[in-house]
């Protein structure tokens, strides 16, 4: 049964013309993960493509535990969701910090401040008017 939510973000998907594939890669843990005494969902390969534009993102992606335990896989709204909070990422890394409640003294919190910036960077070139973020940052 597709909710209001998955509606939503299907509609998304269609009106913009990008196809959505989730696949299965393992359970192992996430990079920001400090040890292996937590629970987490399976590791997805997320790609989501633009074929008029040849436009294509790839990423990995963790389910929730409750997913995973349940045999759920990811769906559009999932990943889209997630994709609209991390899309504006704040490219200062003092910013950074002060949103997310990290240390600005941490080289981890550098290291992950790097890559979410990256990713910021991948899906503004997929997502690339103001248009298409503004309806994706209404996926909610």
């Known amino acids: ?3 209001d ?3 939503q973000a299907n509609d998304f998907l269609t009106k913009f013309g990008i196809t959505f594939n989730a696949k299965f890669v393992d359970s192992s843990c996430p ?5 292996n005494k937590h629970i987490h969902g399976n590791k997805y390969k997320i790609i989501l493509s633009r074929p008029l534009t040849q436009k294509k993102i790839s990423f990995s992606f963790w389910n929730s535990y409750n997913d995973s335990q ?5 769906s559009a709204y999932d990943v889209l969701s997630c994709c609209a909070s991390g899309i504006n990422c704040p490219d200062n890394f003092k910013d ?3 949103e997310f409640g990290y240390d600005v003294d941490s080289i981890k919190t ?6 979410c910036v990256k990713q910021a960077e991948k899906l503004n070139n997929l997502f690339n008017t103001e248009a298409m973020v503004a309806e994706l940052q209404n996926i909610q």
């Open 5 to 7: 939510y998955g509606k």
């Open 70 to 74: 349940s045999g759920k896989e990811p």
């Open 96 to 98: 950074f910090c002060a």
């Open 31 to 35: 990079p920001f993960c400090d040890s």
């Open 110 to 115: 550098l290291k992950t401040f790097k890559l």
């Open 1 to 3: 049964m597709i909710t």
